[in-house]
T-cell receptor, first 112, second 115 residues
């Protein structure tokens, strides 16, 4: 099947920006998502971007999409300790219906 | 809007018993529901897709006789893990969408531990 790859761990200091990267292989991806999962909890949709967009900004979150390189990033400005969680990149291809293909998640640790 | 509720949040069961997990859409009609499984430090893997009133479509490698999915109404889908074994211990999470919405919304997940 198609792959979604993420780095597994990122540590930043409170107040700094965090950048979480993701690469995918499915060239038919129509939507790309970022989800947040706190310990023992379900998934919270943070933001998503349609494949014909390059960038999307939503408050502290900025998503950049390089469709040619199949690279997606999530930038969190002014990272707070409450942002510590696992962040999943996911993509939806044209042949997957509405099911998502997830990466393994990036564990973000924000230190004071 | 678009709230999906899973029950129970966590369950411990003995090896050999069956466990039922419910996924409910609280404020919309879920024509399609998805069941995922997440092993520790792993990604979410799609297990099956169910459309209301139809048989579920299982992903390759998922045993349909072991993971029984029922989607008999527009607001409820159930996943029954039959004859559970310790290797079935995992985090199970559902998502649901209606006909109009392009997005599927996730439940809070169920942590199953088989002892």
């Amino acid at each position: 099947g198609e792959d979604v790859e993420q780095s597994l761990f990122l540590s930043v200091r409170e107040g700094d920006s965090s950048v979480i990267n993701c690469t995918y292989t499915d060239s038919s991806s129509t939507y790309l998502y970022w989800y947040k999962q706190e310990p023992g909890a379900g998934l919270q949709l943070l933001t998503y971007i349609f494949s014909n967009m390059d960038m999307k900004q939503d408050q502290r979150l900025t998503v950049l999409l390089n469709k040619k390189d199949k690279h997606l990033s999530l930038r969190i400005a002014d990272t707070q300790t409450g942002d510590s969680a696992i962040y999943f990149c996911a993509e939806r291809g044209t042949n997957s219906g509405y099911a998502l293909n997830f990466g393994k998640g990036t564990s973000l640790l924000v230190t004071p | 809007g678009a709230v999906v509720s899973q029950h129970p949040s966590w369950v411990i069961c003995k090896s050999g018993t069956s466990v039922k997990i419910e996924c409910r859409s609280l404020d919309f009609q879920a024509t399609t529901m998805f069941w995922y499984r997440q092993f520790p430090k792993q990604s979410l893997m799609l297990m099956a897709t169910s459309n209301e009133g139809s048989k579920a479509t299982y992903e390759q490698g998922v045993e349909k006789d072991k993971f029984l999915i029922n989607h008999a109404s527009l607001t409820l889908s159930t996943l029954t893990v039959t004859s559970a074994h310790p290797e079935d211990s995992s985090f199970y999470i559902c998502s649901a969408k209606d006909r109009m919405n392009t997005e599927a919304f996730f439940g809070q997940g169920t942590r199953l531990t088989v002892v």
